[in-house]
T-cell receptor
């Protein structure tokens, strides 16, 4: 099993450009998440999905969009990139678990710079 | 909304010494998870605590969940260079969203 795979690993965008961060998991996990990590700020939840066709906003959704057409894939779309979106983005997945107690499995991250 | 505070933000430790990092929530948690992120890496799950007052050990790491289920701690004994990284606590108060602390970044002096 590859686990959670994120592409690309690095990307530089100009202000106003758009891009899609790809995330795929092969563990048949229902739940998938997008986090961003800024220095000293921990991980902030952008969007999450509890299954194919179902998505919802997290703490910091502005400027992003997601879709979940299959169990495996959960792409994150950035429209009109801004310098404030410079960050490291992590995709994660988990099983529902009993009472939501399953651990998160993270991808290797995408380091995005907007200039 | 739920907030999870973690202290200290940085911990500089002499190799062989012990240290503790603390995690506090503004609300009661159903469970708390701890993750470790090596420099340049991604967070990796370490352990989960569910019961009030629960204590779990992993070799030199001891994890504790408070009686009120609003705080947790990670204690590392005899710190080694392999302990370098950032340790995150993450509290869950509903079914699918974890709230992460800002992390404690540990550096070790040999």
């Amino acid at each position: 099993n590859a686990g959670v795979t994120q592409t690309p690993k690095f990307r530089i965008l100009k202000i106003g450009q758009s891009m899609t961060l790809q995330c795929a998991q092969d563990m048949n996990h229902n739940y998938m998440y997008w986090y961003r990590q800024d220095p000293g700020m921990g991980l902030k939840l952008i969007y999450y999905s509890v299954g194919a066709g179902i998505t919802d906003k997290g703490e910091v959704p502005n400027g992003y969009n997601v879709s979940r057409s299959t169990t495996e894939d959960f792409p994150l779309r950035l429209e009109l990139a801004a310098p404030s979106q410079t960050s490291v983005y992590f995709c994660a997945s988990s099983l529902p678990g009993t009472g939501g107690r399953s651990p998160l499995h993270f991808g290797n991250g995408t380091r995005l710079t907007v200039t | 909304g739920q907030q999870v505070m973690q202290i200290p933000q940085y911990q500089h430790v002499q190799e062989g010494e012990d240290f503790t990092t603390y995690c506090n929530s503004s609300t009661t948690l159903s469970n708390i998870q701890w993750y470790k992120q090596r420099p340049g890496g991604h967070p990796v799950f370490l352990i989960q605590l569910v019961k009030s007052g629960e204590v779990k050990k992993q070799k030199r790491l001891t994890f504790q969940f408070g009686e009120a289920k609003k705080n947790s701690s990670l204690h590392i004994t005899a710190t080694q260079t392999t302990d370098v990284g950032t340790y995150f606590c993450a509290g869950r108060s509903n079914d699918y969203k974890l709230s992460f602390g800002a992390g404690t970044t540990v550096t070790v002096r040999a």
